[in-house]
């Protein structure tokens, strides 16, 4: 059955320490790879997408990185405003869109 | 402007009553959904609509049906509402059903049934 994990569940960070969120993934044919940033009360706001192992994409602090079992995002000196629930989902075969439940962080200034 | 506006945001009713959540996209994507989110945070995608096809219908109980009059619209209709509907439910467009799967998605109606 695919499956999409991520981890960890929550993450407290002061504000400038740099850290990594995993997204694991087991998938009958990864056609990609998506991360979104869904602030409270809000719905998902796309940030990356990655389609095959060694690809790397950075928007501003984030950075995303694929290999053929996981995915991570790279905050780099995050800012309180990066503070956040972030979503990981991957599209298979079938075209199936599977979510993983989040990693919600947590910047103190 | 809003590119995916769902209404009402919040949504507060009975058990057994019939309820519909609306929602609309101005982007001119191809391709609707419904997800709905629990308090675990999981989203489950309940329906996909490309150009008012339905094209997933995932096991969802045949009280939720969706309408879609035009692929700018996609609503959402449910009957007979129990306490385990209560959740956040998602609207989301995106311009296909494929690999460029880039999905917007609107602010979410939070329904509670008592």
């Known amino acids: 059955e695919d499956q999409v994990t991520q981890s960890p569940e929550a993450l407290r960070l002061q504000e400038g320490e740099s850290s990594s969120l995993n997204c694991s993934y087991t998938?009958?044919?990864?056609?990609?790879l998506f991360w979104y940033r869904q602030d409270p009360g809000k719905g998902p706001e796309f940030l990356f997408t990655l389609y095959s192992a060694g690809e790397e994409k950075e928007k501003e602090r984030l950075k995303a990185t694929l290999t053929k079992k996981e995915s991570f995002l790279h905050i780099t000196a995050p800012k309180p405003e990066d503070s956040a629930t972030y979503l990981c989902?991957?599209?298979?075969?079938?075209?199936?869109?599977?979510w993983g439940a989040g990693t919600k962080l947590i910047i103190k200034p | 402007d809003t590119a995916v506006s769902q209404t009402p945001k919040y949504l507060v009713t009975q058990m057994g009553n019939d309820k519909s959540i609306k929602c609309e996209q101005n982007?001119?994507?191809?391709?609707m959904y419904w997800y709905k989110q629990d308090s675990k945070k999981f989203l489950k995608i309940m329906f996909s609509?490309?150009?008012?096809?339905?094209?997933i219908n995932e096991t969802v109980p045949n009280r939720f049906s969706p309408k879609s009059p035009d692929k700018a619209h996609l609503n959402l209709h449910i009957n007979s509402l129990e306490l385990g509907d209560s959740a956040v439910y998602f609207c989301?467009?995106?311009?296909?059903?494929?690999?460029?799967?880039?999905?917007?998605f609107g602010q979410g109606t939070r329904l509670t049934v008592v």
């Open positions: 998938v009958s044919g990864l056609r990609g």
């Open positions: 989902a991957v599209l298979d075969s079938n075209y199936q869109l599977i």
């Open positions: 989301a467009s995106s311009q296909d059903a494929g690999e460029d799967t880039e999905a917007f």
């Open positions: 609509y490309n150009n008012k096809e339905l094209i």
């Open positions: 982007l001119g994507h191809d391709t």
